[in-house]
T-cell receptor
Framework: EAQVTQNPRYLITVTGKKLTVTCSQN?????MSWYRQDPGLGLRQIYY???????DKGDVPEGYKVSRKEKRNFPLILESPSPNQTSLYFC??????????????FGPGTRLTVL | DAKTTQPPSMDCAEGRAANLPCNHS???????VYWYRQIHSQGPQYIIH???NNETNEMASLIITEDRKSSTLILPHATLRDTAVYYC????????????????FGKGTKLSVIP
């Protein structure tokens, strides 16, 4: 089954304790991205990657890191989490193409709470 | 900034057609209209997209006005599982050339399907 998976789905942690949220897709998509969703602010893009070893900042990259060593994986790293990073996080992927289609496949979400 | 305006909420009786409007009066000639939905805290799901012609797929129909300043998403026979927030997004198709397939989600329309 074609899908985007995220782990963990739920995480409660404390300020300053490094954590990684994994994202994996099995559709051979070139493009992957991370969004966070907060009440009243909608979904905002954190980082994206056009392909292996190519990453770039989205609208709200502060406090986050990413890496893209393999095509299927795009982990989100919080080196020193803070309470304002409490949010619902989504990973998404799409094949890179020049056609009109922009069908992005989203993962199930990771609900992170930083105390 | 979201380029679309949607009503914050709508109700629809189960089995009836749900018609969700979207205004995008500043849409440019190379921009498409995309619809996604998000069922309670799950990852957003692509529904349909169009440029200027009406489109239909297994999930929904998309009606775009001739001047392209507004559109309507139609769910022909709404079920309880269609209760979700529906997002209308306007952007260039596919890879925008600016380095991102980023989707800008507004507040959307919360559709409640009533038994």
């Amino acid at each position: 089954e074609a899908q985007v998976t995220q782990n963990p789905r739920y995480l409660i942690t404390v300020t300053g304790k490094k954590l990684t949220v994994t994202c994996s897709q099995n559709m051979n998509h070139e493009y992957m991205s991370w969004y966070r969703q907060d009440p009243g602010l909608g979904l905002r893009q954190i980082y994206y990657s056009m392909n292996v070893e190519v990453t770039d900042k989205g609208d709200v990259p502060e406090g986050y890191k990413v890496s893209r060593k393999e095509k299927r994986n795009f982990p989100l790293i919080l080196e020193s989490p803070s309470p304002n990073q409490t949010s619902l996080y989504f990973c998404a992927s799409t094949p890179r193409r020049t056609s009109e289609l922009n069908e992005q496949f989203f993962g199930p979400g990771t609900r992170l709470t930083v105390l | 900034d979201a380029k679309t305006t949607q009503p914050p909420s709508m109700d629809c009786a189960e089995g009836r057609a749900a018609n969700l409007p979207c205004n995008h009066s500043t849409i440019s000639g190379n921009e498409y209209v995309y619809w996604y939905r998000q069922i309670h805290s799950q990852g957003p799901q692509y529904i349909i997209h169009g440029l200027k012609n009406n489109e239909t797929n297994e999930m929904a129909s998309l009606i775009i006005t001739e001047d392209r300043k507004s559109s309507t998403l139609i769910l022909p026979h709404a079920t309880l599982r269609d209760t979700a927030v529906y997002y209308c997004i306007v952007r260039e198709g596919g890879y925008s050339g600016a380095g991102s397939y980023q989707l800008t989600f507004g507040k959307g329309t919360k559709l409640s399907v009533i038994p």
